[in-house]
């Protein structure tokens, strides 16, 4: 059930960030980040039902505010990164930082994974990396030859940023229920609020990319929902390996949508992911 929850919301999260990147190129970033919090809110306001099996755990929606602000923050910088630079790099290098911090807090903090897991967390990483790799490269500014990938920077402070989203959203007790995700609803807003009343940028919609934000919050809420079920049924550094392996979503989708080219690398990296998500299930 585990390797089903984790790679579930892998899925989601790719195709969340698909969705979001593709609509930031066409409207403000903050504009999207908040439009899509506000359809995935109408979702979280029809699981309210299953909330009221469970009472409210403060301590819970605490770690899942915390989640929030750190998810926030992250992906507003993802969003930013797939507009300004290419898919296929700044997803995957995300998912790298991502996942590298759940697994160093998590054995740090007594977890012992068997070898067979570790060998599949390392495939896992080595997946995401493969990913990345094809034979164009990101565009850099003129004049600066050998400068970093645009989108570069975007993409390692999300990733720190997701790290911490995984590590506090996994300390939610495990009879907390929803609570935890109502927590992060209100910590990822609390941030997007404040980073629009900062900037001021104009929150219309581009005519046409409505329902591809509105996907995109939608899909978000329930990766968000199928990596909290997952932490509580597994190791936190396998659960984060399994979820960041969600570049792999993205690229396919840009190969199914966009028609792009999947290099030799990339499909190296698919089946990587997948001898990977064998192993982790096997450990």
């Not at 390797?3 to 969340?16: C, D, F, K, R």
């Not at 790099?89 to 012992?112: D, K, L, N």
């Not at 495939?123 to 565009?139: D, K, N, R, Y």
Request: hydrophobic share 55%.
């Amino acid at each position: 059930m585990v390797i089903v929850l984790g790679l579930g919301a892998a899925l989601a999260y790719g195709a969340a960030d698909f969705l979001g990147g593709l609509m930031t190129k066409r409207t403000n970033v903050l504009a999207v980040v908040l439009l899509s919090q506000v359809v995935g809110s109408v979702l979280m306001l029809a699981a309210v039902p299953l909330l009221l099996d469970t009472p409210w755990d403060r301590a819970a929606t605490g770690a899942g505010a915390a989640a929030g602000v750190a998810g926030g923050l992250g992906v507003t910088l993802l969003y930013r990164g797939l507009a300004r630079g290419q898919m296929s790099v700044v997803a995957p290098v995300t998912a790298v930082v991502a996942a590298s911090i759940p697994v160093v807090v998590g054995i740090a903090s007594g977890e012992r994974p068997t070898w067979v897991a570790l060998i599949g967390v390392a495939l896992g990483l080595a997946a995401v990396a493969l990913v990345s790799l094809g034979h164009e490269t990101a565009p850099v500014r003129s004049g600066t030859e050998g400068a970093r990938p645009t989108g570069l920077l975007e993409a390692v402070g999300a990733g720190l940023c997701f790290g911490g989203f995984f590590i506090f959203l996994g300390l939610a007790g495990d009879d907390s229920g929803l609570w935890p995700l109502v927590g992060a609803r209100g910590g990822s807003f609390a941030v997007i609020v404040a980073a629009i009343l900062v900037v001021r940028p104009q929150l219309s919609p581009a005519p046409g990319t409505m329902a591809g934000i509105g996907g995109a919050g939608v899909l978000d809420v329930a990766a968000n929902l199928l990596y909290l079920l997952a932490t509580r049924r597994g190791l936190l550094s396998l659960v984060a390996v399994l979820t960041s392996l969600y570049p792999a979503s993205t690229v396919v989708l840009a190969r199914v949508v966009l028609h792009e080219r999947l290099h030799r690398p990339q499909v190296a990296g698919l089946a990587c992911a997948g001898l990977a998500a064998t192993l982790i299930a096997l450990g």
